[in-house]
């Protein structure tokens, strides 16, 4: 780092943070603190803070005093994870559905509203109040810092575009003194042709930036069009992969771009960082002062704890948003659950082995049981043919079962690629037709995402 850059980070942000009335400081140090206690001590904190949730979301929000008593459940009876399983899961359409009812009537209240269509393309309306806002913050900062982050380091966001009517012009001026004094630039990842990426790189020079912070997928193609072009003449940069799952293709392209260090992150728009990689690589820890992270396993009415590195459906408890709070909120991930050990970096926080794309993504075998869309990274990944000839792929499950493969490669896709694949769809999808397409381009989802797998409804 920079002189600029440690005097920013020791001295100018926590000055600003305090100016500003934000314990961001604080609890950032108490974070770093936290992270090293024992699991049973970080469980027992996650229970002491779920019981203070639930009885205000009992005294305060319609939504969960209906449920509860409906249920007869009083709030000092949910104290744990296991208490927490008395209650249902809540959908995406349940949470639309009960709209206002979620919002507490009494303080603290909303002071940030969103929406967030996901992945899954069904809007949901929610807010947060402002002590959540500062322990998202915090978060962040903790789970970045684990790759060697600070503010102030000359940063380079491919980023997705703004998703809200611009703001008025005293906001977007402040926005953008905020970003020049801690060096950040921001470039819209949507266009991601040959033009927009030299562009890119153009920046990465001139800046001699110190940190990429990506869409996942658009780094990914940021990072072949460097490597294919041989225009790599910077030292490491740390990677952070955001938004998008990263797999182990993806990881060697940034290596061989960037460098060593490419950190995986995972979160979503209604609680930010759930998890995060460390130093040792190995899982991401979930964020246990802020949320309770639960993988399920479910079979109709019925759910279970997803045993570790068994795949299920991320059940998030957000413990600090107590303007609309979420308690048990599926938010249409799948992750495999991580080992029980200790991570070797350590932490005492648990982790995830694995973030293996959204329900929305599940296939269907042809006799109708289900298929996880992860396994077209893998077999992409897995074979040598595939990896070699093609650059992007995308699947479109179609309302009669058939697949469309889309292809976009270099040069033609030989036998031996044509064979792998067949053979994989074989072996995973027996019986479901298929075709592949060969195309030149394979855009981006309007939010800057790239879909790799789409199943039509």
Not at 304 to 310: I, V, Y
């Amino acid at each position: 780092m920079s002189l600029y850059g440690r005097l920013f980070h020791a001295a100018v942000f926590p000055a600003w943070e305090r100016l500003r009335g934000r314990p961001t400081m604080a609890q950032l140090a108490e974070l770093e603190r936290s992270q090293w206690r024992s699991p049973a001590e970080l469980e027992a904190e996650q229970g002491r803070a779920l019981e203070a949730l639930v009885a205000h979301a009992y005294r305060n929000v319609p939504y969960y005093r209906q449920l509860m008593d409906a249920r007869g459940i009083a709030p000092g009876e949910l104290r744990s994870v296991a208490d927490l399983r008395r209650l249902p899961i809540l959908t995406r359409d349940v949470a639309a559905r009960a709209g206002e009812s979620r919002r507490s009537t009494g303080e603290p209240r909303c002071v940030v509203d969103k929406l967030t269509g996901g992945s899954t393309g069904a809007p949901l309306r929610f807010g947060f109040d402002l002590g959540s806002e500062h322990w998202r913050h915090a978060i962040k900062l903790r789970g970045w810092g684990w790759s060697g982050y600070r503010v102030g380091d000359r940063t380079l966001y491919f980023w997705g575009p703004a998703t809200t009517l611009p703001p008025p012009f005293s906001k977007r001026a402040k926005v953008a003194a905020d970003r020049a004094l801690k060096r950040e630039r921001y470039i819209d990842c949507t266009e991601r042709g040959e033009a927009e990426l030299s562009a890119v790189v153009g920046e990465i020079r001139a800046r001699r930036i110190e940190r990429l912070i990506c869409y996942t997928q658009a780094g990914v193609d940021l990072a072949r069009f460097i490597v294919e072009r041989r225009l790599r003449d910077w030292d490491d940069v740390p990677v952070l992969c955001c938004a998008e799952a990263l797999h182990p293709a993806d990881r060697r392209l940034f290596e061989q771009a960037f460098g060593p260090e490419v950190v995986e992150t995972y979160g979503c728009r209604e609680v930010m960082m759930i998890a995060c990689e460390c130093e040792a690589h190995d899982g991401l820890h979930t964020s246990m002062e802020n949320l309770i992270v639960e993988v399920v396993v479910r079979d109709g009415d019925e759910e279970r704890p997803a045993r570790p590195g068994e795949q299920g459906e991320v059940v998030i408890t957000d413990l600090h948003n107590y303007g609309m709070p979420f308690i048990r909120y599926a938010n249409g991930d799948l992750a495999a659950l991580g080992p029980e050990a200790r991570c070797r970096c350590g932490r005492g926080l648990a982790r995830l082995a694995s973030v293996d794309g959204r329900v929305a993504e599940t296939l269907r075998a042809a006799d109708g049981a289900p298929v996880c869309g992860i396994l077209f990274s893998r077999i992409f990944s897995w074979s040598d043919a595939l990896a070699r000839t093609v650059q992007k792929w995308q699947v479109v499950q179609h309302l009669d079962g058939s697949l469309t493969i889309k292809l976009m490669a270099r040069g033609d896709v030989d036998a031996e690629a044509h064979a792998d694949l067949r053979r994989s769809l074989e072996r995973y999808l027996k019986d479901v037709p298929y075709r592949t397409e060969l195309v030149g381009e394979i855009p981006p989802a309007k939010n800057g995402k790239q879909r790799t797998v789409i199943v039509e409804r």
